[in-house]
């Protein structure tokens, strides 16, 4: 292909990598100069009205370690990633100037924070020629086989459509160095913990969770429970376990702020299937991307009324919101050691089963009544995976206002017995308080 005049940037915010990234594979072989963007957005480290921050350690260590490893690869390929604490239209309108930038690449998204940072974007840099994608699916939304506006309510349906009608399209090649000197001068530092108002945080040793983040530590999870281990085999069976690192893959944080794509697991997935074995448990990790694919076309298709009270069925509850009874259930203090054991799980390492969090998602909406929005809120600042449309899709599913069409209750008690009936899970955690 002949490399065009003009100058791309690439606007970098969950889609963190190099490979099987739209942005970078197209601008790399329309441009000869290429550089990238990311910011550490003030925004996104405020304090809420609850007590912290919207972005609390253990995230933001994950995301600081994401692009300090996109930032080394990106070198490798002799492309500069500009790292900024700014609000993003100002650094984007600052560089675009300084480097003469002509075309401006950014992953498409649809919530409201994002959309209205890029109208900000678009404003302050209105003489761009503009380039989306969309990469955070695993069916690509032009081939999935229904309008946005007719996604069926109920998740089967979705499902069972897509899998007899849509394909999976194949991953890009990988990139190629740029020629010439692409590289800029200035040195480009990642902000610490202190930097962003955060205080530090101690990894813990019993964490299910104690992974760096990037896209080379995300390859190694996959070979480690693909290829060395075996453990796709079973995960199945394990799916639903508490203690450990590998009773579930724990992809979904790379795949949260994209270094990973869903296209990439799904892949390697039908490679294993195919010298290793097929069978429930290979699909059923597939069965769980399409979860993720069916929260992210919910929020396509109902844009904010994700995160309204009512949730998309618009429901018409009483919703509580005493401080003191939301504090407890942060702090893992409730009268239910099972809900406080995951609690106290997730403010020590950032994680959470997901056996764990439909149960104190629940105990939250349903026994204590609270609005869900805020436990979604507590949510979006600690987990290590958030990801807007699965966290709100997640929690208006189970508070009754989403895509559960028989609004369960769990009974956090027979959940405990059942996924815990030795009670190791909650001696490990529970005790932890005990120290503090």
Request: aromatic share 14%; proline share 4%; glycine share 6%.
């Amino acid at each position: 292909m002949q490399k065009r005049k003009g100058k791309a940037l690439i606007w970098l915010r969950n889609d963190l990598r190099t490979q099987d990234h739209t942005g970078f594979y197209k601008a790399t072989q329309r441009h000869e100069t290429v550089v990238a963007y990311y910011s550490f957005d003030p925004k996104h480290y405020k304090s809420t009205p609850w007590g912290f921050k919207k972005t609390e350690g253990f995230r933001a260590q994950f995301l600081i370690e994401s692009v300090s490893d996109l930032q080394e690869q990106l070198k490798q390929l002799n492309i500069s990633l500009i790292v900024g604490q700014e609000n993003p239209a100002e650094g984007i309108a600052k560089w675009c100037d300084t480097l003469e930038i002509t075309d401006l690449y950014y992953q498409e998204e649809w919530t409201k924070e994002e959309v209205d940072r890029e109208k900000e974007v678009l404003a302050l840099a209105p003489k761009l020629t503009l380039h989306t994608y969309q990469d955070q699916f695993l069916f690509h939304p032009e081939d999935i086989p229904m309008d946005i506006e007719n996604l069926p309510e109920v998740f089967t349906l979705f499902r069972k459509k897509c899998e007899k009608y849509s394909k999976v399209r194949p991953c890009l090649s990988p990139l190629s160095a740029m020629e010439g000197s692409n590289l800029l001068k200035e040195r480009f530092d990642l902000p610490s913990l202190a930097d962003l108002g955060l205080e530090e945080i101690t990894p813990h040793p019993h964490s299910a969770f104690p992974f760096k983040g990037g896209s080379c530590a995300a390859k190694l999870r996959l070979d480690h429970y693909f290829w060395d281990t075996e453990k796709l085999s079973f995960y199945k069976q394990t799916r639903n376990g508490l203690v450990g690192i590998d009773y579930s893959s724990k992809f979904s944080a790379w795949l949260a702020n994209g270094a990973l794509s869903a296209r990439e697991i799904y892949w390697e997935i039908r490679e294993y299937e195919a010298q290793m074995q097929k069978n429930q448990s290979t699909y059923w990790l597939i069965f769980e991307l399409i979860w993720r694919d069916y929260f992210k076309f919910i929020a396509l298709k109902h844009k904010d009324k994700i995160f309204h009270l009512g949730g998309i069925l618009e429901k018409d509850y009483h919703w509580k919101t005493n401080p003191n009874t939301v504090q407890k259930w942060m702090e893992g203090s409730t009268g239910e050691p099972f809900v406080n054991a995951n609690m106290i799980e997730l403010k020590k390492t950032g994680w959470m089963s997901n056996r764990g969090r439909q149960n104190v998602a629940s105990y939250f909406a349903k026994d204590l009544l609270l609005d869900w929005r805020i436990g979604a809120a507590y949510f979006e600042a600690m987990l290590i995976d958030y990801d807007v449309h699965s966290n709100y899709g997640n929690w208006m599913y189970v508070s009754g206002v989403g895509n559960d069409p028989r609004d369960r209750k769990f009974n956090v008690r027979m959940q405990a017995e059942r996924y815990d009936e030795n009670g190791k899970f909650q001696r490990m955690w529970n005790q932890e308080s005990l120290f503090e």
